[in-house]
T-cell receptor, first 115, second 116 residues
């Protein structure tokens, strides 16, 4: 059951260039999307989110774009830095029947930024 | 910056034994979660907890699992009679509010559970 898909397991970019990480989803009930960054032996760290009522959200070097009709979102990192090297997870959220929230994660994309 | 703290960082247990994974969420957070990641697989939702009760659980979270907030600060996940397939990284998370806050969850560093 792959409701959230990150089709690129890895991505390598040069320092200073743009990194674009992609994510697709299938469930129309998702209405909130998040990107997390994870280093080895650490928990996921929240990066940026976007509500389905928006198509873009920006926070410093990080911008998330949402295309609802295509059920696609992307994370842009500009300029990329070596410290950005990590695994990036896309996650989608929908309110549960119990009024709570659960995140459905993609498999992650390992980003390597080369100096 | 406030953190979610998980202990132990690594737990090795024999199949059939009970384990308790411990978490201290951020103090003013109201919503608590457990997720797990089997090696090489996705991070998966297990359970959410609010107002001292389970608000949602996944199909993974069967009678073998239970959660508790025994003292208002700790949040525990108990796995009774562990199986080999329970080996995974278990992440605790907490949030101040439901989504829309813009801050997402705060995750702990995880407990690596190895069942032998």
């Amino acid at each position: 059951d792959q409701q959230v898909k990150q089709n690129s397991p890895s991505l390598s970019v040069q320092e200073g260039r743009i990194s674009i990480l992609n994510c697709d989803y299938t469930n129309s009930m998702f209405d909130y999307f998040l990107w997390y960054k994870k280093y080895p032996a650490e928990g996921p760290t929240f990066l940026i989110s976007i509500s389905s009522i928006k198509d873009k959200n920006e926070d410093g070097r990080f911008t998330v774009f949402l295309n609802k009709s295509a059920k696609h979102l992307s994370l842009h990192i500009v300029p990329s830095q070596p410290g950005d090297s990590a695994v990036y997870f896309c996650a989608a959220s929908a309110t549960t029947q119990g009024g709570s929230e659960k995140l459905v994660f993609g498999k992650g994309t390992k980003l390597t930024v080369n100096p | 910056e406030p953190e979610v703290t998980q202990t132990p960082s690594h737990q090795v247990t024999q199949m059939g034994q009970e384990v308790i994974l411990r978490c201290v969420p951020i103090s003013n957070h109201l919503y608590f979660y457990w997720y797990r990641q089997i090696l090489g697989q996705k991070v998966e939702f297990l359970v959410s907890f609010y107002n001292n009760e389970i608000s949602e659980k996944s199909e993974i979270f069967d009678d073998q699992f239970s959660v508790e907030r025994p003292d208002g600060s700790n949040f525990t996940l108990k796995i009774r009679s562990t199986k080999l397939e329970d080996s995974a990284m278990y992440f605790c998370a907490s949030s101040e509010a439901l989504r829309g806050s813009g801050y997402g969850y705060t995750f702990g560093s995880g407990t690596r559970l190895t069942v032998v």
